[in-house]
T-cell receptor, first 113, second 110 residues
Framework: DGGITQSPKYLFRKEGQNVTLSCEQN?????MYWYRQDPGQGLRLIYY???????QKGDIAEGYSVSREKKESFPLTVTSAQKNPTAFYLC????????????FGAGTRLSVL | GQNIDQPTEMTATEGAIVQINCTYQ??????LFWYQQHAGEAPTFLSY????GLEEKGRFSSFLSRSKGYSYLLLKELQMKDSASYLC???????????FGTGTRLQVFP
């Protein structure tokens, strides 16, 4: 089965703690994205990567970090500098070319303890 | 700048037809997407329009007018399972980033 897998589905963070959200895809897509979704707001882009070993900040990158060491994987770390991390986090991938339909994982819901 | 506007909420009755509108302002244009998102789940791709006109896919159709910066998603023969948020999105000019609207939450009643 081809698709995008995010884990965990639910995650709790303590004050001052860094947490890492996993995103893996087996669609052979070059581009991967991380979005944050808050109630009543659209998806906001955190980071994106168009190719292995390269990534760019999105609109709300502060307090987050990413890596892209493998084509299949694009983990997101929510650092202690992110003061309002409670949200639904969505990972997506796309072929990075014309149309560039983005396909989404099932999401990780992060809450603060 | 780039901006995408769509209504926040809509309601409709099972079996009816509903039209969800989206207006966009983008510097350059490279297509318009519609996604469906059930509560707490991932958005799923519905349609992509790059040329003017109506594209039909079963019960769902999507329309685009580039001159008016306007699109709509038409849902026919509504079913209860169509209750979801519908997201309009457009690529940021000259990049492969997508700009999303806030989504339209559709509730279908029996």
């Amino acid at each position: 089965d081809g698709g995008i897998t995010q884990s965990p589905k639910y995650l709790f963070r303590k004050e001052g703690q860094n947490v890492t959200l996993s995103c893996e895809q087996n669609l052979n897509h070059d581009a991967m994205y991380w979005y944050r979704q808050d109630p009543g707001q659209g998806l906001r882009l955190i980071y994106y990567s168009q190719i292995v070993n390269d990534f760019q900040k999105g609109d709300i990158a502060e307090g987050y970090s990413v890596s892209r060491e493998k084509k299949e994987s694009f983990p997101l770390t929510v650092t202690s500098a992110q003061k309002n991390p409670t949200a639904f986090y969505l990972c997506a991938s796309g072929n990075g070319q014309d149309q560039n339909i983005q396909y989404f994982g099932a999401g990780t819901r992060l809450s603060v303890l | 700048g780039q901006n995408i506007d769509q209504p926040t909420e809509m309601t409709a009755t099972e079996g009816a037809i509903v039209q969800i509108n989206c207006t966009y302002q983008t510097s350059g244009f490279n297509g318009l997407f519609w996604y469906q998102q059930h509560a707490g789940e991932a958005p799923t791709f519905l349609s992509y329009n790059v040329l003017d006109g109506l594209e039909e896919k079963g019960r769902f159709s999507s329309f685009l007018s580039r001159s008016k910066g306007y699109s709509y998603l038409l849902l026919k023969e509504l079913q209860m399972k169509d209750s979801a948020s519908y997201l309009c999105a457009a690529p940021s000019y000259n990049t492969d980033k997508l700009i999303f609207g806030t989504g339209t939450r559709l509730q279908v009643f029996p």
